[in-house]
């Protein structure tokens, strides 16, 4: 059940415009994005979407430190923006961009002031050769704490929002 | 995030996760197991039996050692993790824009 799908897709409804749904996606990331799926160690300040192709995703910690996790490969608003996921199996920044995923995320007009957003994050397999590799990573002891602690949160029951 | 349910179960007991933590630092033997952990040595193979059943380690004979590692295919694959977490994120998404969008609808 490990699967063999490489993509994930997922859409959502919302009661907000176009150009509203793509501001707050960018512009507002850090007012949505779920506060325990950072990678920075430091704790975190604030999130950053930098509004151009070249641009980064990254996250800034209190101390000052920043985490660039995505770089932004496409970026036309109100419609669409992809960004690369520059983040490994082992919970570190991926600094190979061959080994990045990417998700594409684009919105729709659904009529009145409604909006579909359609998420794609593809190219899994890209991360595939860290799975061969996480034995290697398991015995540096990097990477991994973090990870388990994401995991044993799920598994201590906490209900997973919108599941 | 895995893909077998009964890894969740595993995964409930504090003990048994931090063994699971342990074995994710570095493998192990129950032996280096039972010294770096209050649990007795029975405990521990009682513990790791659950988690080998959980497909959540697996185990490998090297000399007169039986070392557990983690089990890369029991535990989620990305694809399961990322399905969860989008889902999560965009039904934040749309708790946050559409309340925004009331708000500036507010003269």
Redesign the interface.
Known sequence: ???T??A?T???I????LD??FS??TD?IG????PE?HIIQAPLASMVFEPKVGGHVYDVGTDGSECRWARVLAYEPPNRVVFSWDIS?QWQVETDPSKASEVEVRFVPEGG?RTR?E?E?RH?DR?GDG?EG??DA??S?GG??MG?Q???R????AP???? | ????PH??DA??DPTR?AI??Q?????SAVVDLAARLPVSRPAVSQHLKVLKDAGLVRDVQLGTRRIY??D??G??????Y?????????????????R??QQ?ETP
Do not use: C, Y
């Not at chain 2, 990322?82 to 039904?91: E, G, V, Y």
């Open positions: 059940m490990t699967g799908s490489t994930v997922t859409s959502i919302v009661d907000a415009p509203a749904a707050v996606f507002d007012s949505w994005w779920p799926h199996l002031r957003v998420l994050h899994l991360h799975w996480i034995r398991v015995r002891g991994w704490g388990l994401r995991f044993a799920r598994a201590e029951g997973v929002a919108g599941a | 995030m895995i893909a077998n890894a969740l995964l409930g996760r699971f933590e074995i994710g630092e570095r493998p590692s983690l890369p295919d535990i989620a694959g990305l694809h399961d990322l399905d969860r977490f989008w889902n999560t994120a965009l039904h934040s998404f749309k708790t946050r824009v559409e925004q969008d500036e």
